[in-house]
């Protein structure tokens, strides 16, 4: 018993721990309703979850090989263990980028935003100035071939 003691100052003390009541507080003014969330190391939605309450969210699972479809995607990452640069570099490949980042005591919150239509490349003919567009029809005649 007495060991185990010794560990109580530890466990509750402050230092070790995520702020993760202060990232949901934090996150819960910021986020819209149509966000997705993405969770790097799956454990770590059970301390969102505990802390985030009953509110309904948008869960994305990284595994897909499509683009989710919100606007916007919140990437929850522990500071001590997180997939590296996989799910950055996959947001980025489905057209989204890095808008802000939320540092937290173990915890960063990293809001990514679809490319807007503006940035995206223009799918529009673009003509030098002074020439025009000509589309032209040529018939066949293939009753001889």
Request: aromatic share 14%; with cysteine; charged share 30%.
């Amino acid at each position: 018993m007495a060991p185990t003691l010794v560990l109580y100052p530890w466990y509750y003390g402050e230092p070790h721990k995520g702020e993760w009541r202060e990232l949901t507080q934090t996150l819960s003014t910021e986020a819209s309703p149509g966000d997705g969330w993405v969770f790097d190391v799956p454990s770590i939605r059970q301390n969102f979850d505990f802390y985030r309450g009953s509110a309904p969210y948008r869960y994305i699972d990284m595994r897909r090989r499509q683009a989710p479809a919100p606007d916007r995607i919140w990437l929850i990452r522990d500071e001590r263990r997180h997939s590296g640069e996989l799910f950055p570099k996959r947001l980025e490949a489905w057209g989204y980028r890095e808008l802000s980042r939320r540092d937290f005591r173990g915890v960063d919150a990293h809001l990514y935003e679809r490319a807007s239509q503006s940035v995206r490349p223009s799918k529009k003919t673009v003509m030098p100035s002074g020439m025009q567009k000509v589309t032209m029809f040529i018939a066949i005649d293939v009753s001889d071939c």
